[in-house]
């Protein structure tokens, strides 16, 4: 089984910083796409920033600029560097894995989530 383990939340003054990282492991052929979403109470979970393939990253409106995405290929980790953190940037941070089996099928992972949050 493909296992997706995430590090680094916790709490944080406005205006701090976080590092996150998440560690993917298991028979993973090849990797399409590693990111995080996010999911705030009474809100729905929201695309933070993503790397596809060997593009730039992509990144929600919200956090250009503060936050910045990348990733260890050798050590199948994805790290997000958060910076000039929000009350609003308060919530469950999961990691996300799109990825291949050796048969080509694309499969989805996600992390158990880390908390994230950000006092004022």
């Known amino acids: 089984q493909v296992q997706l383990v995430e590090s680094g939340g916790g709490l944080v003054q406005n205006g701090g910083s976080l590092r996150l990282s998440c560690t993917a492991s298991?028979?993973?052929?090849?990797?399409?796409?590693m990111g995080w979403y996010r999911q705030a109470p009474g809100k729905q979970r929201e695309l933070v920033a993503t790397i596809i393939g060997g593009a730039s990253p992509n990144y929600a409106d919200s956090v250009k600029g503060r936050f910045t995405v990348s990733r260890d290929i050798a050590k199948n980790t994805v790290y997000l560097q958060m910076s000039s953190l929000k009350p609003e940037d308060t919530a469950v941070y999961y990691c996300n894995l799109q990825w291949r089996d050796r048969l080509g099928s694309a499969r989805l992972s996600w992390g158990q989530g880390t908390q994230v949050t950000v006092s004022s």
């Open positions: 298991g028979r993973i052929f090849s990797i399409d796409a």
